[in-house]
């Protein structure tokens, strides 16, 4: 089922005009030891007040981390915090702490990201 990524409401995928989708280049990673990828995002609008709202809304969105749905309410439970440390880039010895939180749409999600992987993420175009 797709649903617009402002308000939520369902659509057709085949009755959705490309002036009412936006594409966009998000990261992605697929397990908590996986690097980061710009994989590319098609977001869907049932209008064209619905896209200018979403691209001029200052409130902050969020993603599930696996499948890229947005994610309207985010729940502690479906919510992992880590702390990635980065090398500065002057000094090799010392790091930079970042914290960073990654969101899922429901557990299958999150479990598909804690699930160990074999070889190099790989993402479908979808």
């Not at 936006?22 to 996986?34: E, G, K, N, P």
């Not at 064209?48 to 499948?67: A, E, M, N, R």
């Not at 990654?102 to 479990?111: D, G, I, L, Q």
């Amino acid at each position: 089922m797709l649903e617009c990524d402002f308000c939520g409401k369902e659509l057709d995928p085949a009755a959705v005009p490309k002036e009412l989708t936006r594409q966009t280049l998000r990261f992605r990673c697929v397990s908590i030891d996986a690097p980061h990828q710009d994989v590319p995002v098609i977001y869907y609008f049932c209008s064209p007040d619905c896209k200018q709202q979403f691209i001029l809304s200052g409130k902050t969105k969020h993603w599930c981390v696996v499948c890229d749905k947005l994610i309207k309410e985010p729940q502690d439970d479906l919510s992992y915090r880590t702390r990635i440390d980065r090398p500065l880039l002057w000094d090799t010895s010392h790091f930079e702490h970042i914290h960073v939180t990654y969101y899922f749409c429901s557990p299958e999600c999150r479990e598909k990201f804690f699930a160990p992987k074999e070889g190099p993420p790989s993402f479908s175009k979808e």
